[in-house]
């Protein structure tokens, strides 16, 4: 092993290539990621390998993965900072992934609260990729040796069995993974339903209103935030029990900077009105150089597929020297 003296912590995270991009994925995951590319070495992932846990129309598919990819780019990932790669371009990780499978029990693989969840929404489609997701994670971040995975509290219990699954491995064999913390960002939102704010902002929301996608148009925007719910003392004053007001002062607070007394003094004695539109305005400018970036790239394929293929080069040989690692610790004969 080389001396980790120069070596900065390795992050990795990956979201899903899955149609739209919310303000939710950008405010809680996304923007934090931009921001640790200085101070480790990240690597980022389009998880397209999860996706088809759920049955994808081919074209569609195809389009929504080149899309992620360049709206990550538009929202800060830098290719020359970070590894920035798409997942089934990296074969190590459908291979490490059935290696993983046969050292993760049954029984875990049936707590995970996802799984159930998912298992109860897509009943007709309770496939052994959705119950084997985790461990397909698990093998994601061992790959890379990672120190740190910034999740929401969503993926916890994943990485919990990743860590679970890295200490099984390591006390079978020698120490072969490092075992991966949870990274909790210092500035993190968790971005509720714009109609509905007990729940979490998501593209899959029945109700569009109660998300805002990256690539909605200004109008789209400012429309939403306008109908968005709160509650009847029309007071903007950051308190329990008013969810609503709480997750447009979040969302606020994230894309001007501004702190919450700060926020509660702007708007001292004006109405939600006024509140909502600021809100909607605030997010529209934010969003506005992340998708005039976005046309940019998108319109320039072959950018797009120099950065990922660059990507899963360099992702491809830090994640072939640890799976063949593990091939030899296991005892598979070497095929040369
Ligand atoms: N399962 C994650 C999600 O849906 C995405 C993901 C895949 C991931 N592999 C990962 C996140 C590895 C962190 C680390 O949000």
Known sequence: MEANTERKPVIFSAIQPSGTITLGNYLGALKNWVSLQDEYDCIFSLADLHTITVRQEPAKFRKNTLEAYALLLACGI?????????????????????????????????????????????????????????????ADILLYQADLVPVGADQKQHLELTRNIAERFNSAYSPTFTVPDGYIPKQGARVMSLQDPSRKMSKSDENANGYVALLDPPEVVMKKFKRAVTDSDACVKYAEGKDGVNNLMGIYACVTGKSYEEIEQEFQGRGYGDFKTAVGEAVVEHLRPIQERFQKYIADKAYLEQCYRNGAERAGRIAGRTLAKVMKKIGFLPAR
């Open 78 to 138: 830098d290719p020359e900072k970070s590894i920035f790669f798409i997942q089934s371009h990296v074969s190590a990780h459908a291979e490490l992934a059935w290696v993983l499978n046969c050292y993760t029990q049954f029984g875990e693989l049936s707590r995970m609260t996802q799984f159930k969840d998912k298992a109860a929404k897509h009943a007709d489609n309770v496939n052994a990729g959705l119950f084997a997701y985790p461990s397909l994670m698990a």
